[in-house]
């Protein structure tokens, strides 16, 4: 998993729920925009990690930046070309409770991205239960715990189901969520693990 902070704590929480049958790495860039996550997913190539899935969650940064949705488009195609993961799951960009009048941009940035992924063929994660303000902390920004539960149980189910062997070309793979690179100026690393 490469998140930025909205990804704290996920992945102790998924490695949780996906014991014993998968192996997980999670690193947490806070401050991190989605961008910056796709560049650094795509310097990756890791042949032992290429039958692997690398999950990416962001894009509220890009927001408060004001990113062109086009740029995001355009290095989530050089992901798909430059990187050796055959599986993608992107997560789609939460709602702000904090600052509800950039709420029309991130659904216009996660329309955006729900069609590039369809067209990259990634694996893309919206679910309209992760956007009720109990999956937020009380300062609205953040997931909460009964918010990051919610995003490591459907990742879960999605893993698990596409990883069933009649699924992928009868083998059953191994996930694995990565962090590369150096974060982004004024931010700091956390394992995502705590």
């Not at 067209?119 to 109990?134: D, H, I, P, T, V």
């Amino acid at each position: 998993m490469l998140a930025d902070s909205q990804g704290r704590t996920c992945g102790s929480r998924l490695a949780q729920r996906l014991s014993g049958d998968f192996s997980v790495r999670a690193e947490v860039y806070p401050g991190a925009t989605l961008s910056w996550i796709l560049d650094t997913a795509a310097a990756r190539d890791d042949p032992d990690e290429k039958e692997g899935w690398l999950i990416l969650v962001g894009g509220t940064n890009d927001v408060t930046q004001n990113s062109d949705p086009s740029l995001i488009s355009d290095k989530l195609t050089k992901l798909k070309t430059s990187s050796s993961f055959k599986n993608v799951i992107l997560c789609e960009v939460p709602v702000r409770y904090d600052k509800p009048y950039l709420n029309s941009a991130i659904q216009d940035l996660n329309s955006i991205l729900l069609k590039e992924c369809k067209k990259l063929n990634f694996g893309f994660l919206a679910s309209s239960s992760l956007q009720n303000r109990s999956s937020f902390t009380s300062h609205g920004l953040h997931l909460s715990n009964e918010g990051k539960d919610l995003l490591c149980n459907l990742l879960e189910v999605y893993i698990r189901y596409s990883t069933t062997p009649n699924v992928l070309r009868g083998e059953k793979v191994q996930p694995v969520f990565l962090g590369v690179g150096e974060p982004p100026q004024d931010t700091k690393v956390d394992s995502g693990l705590g």
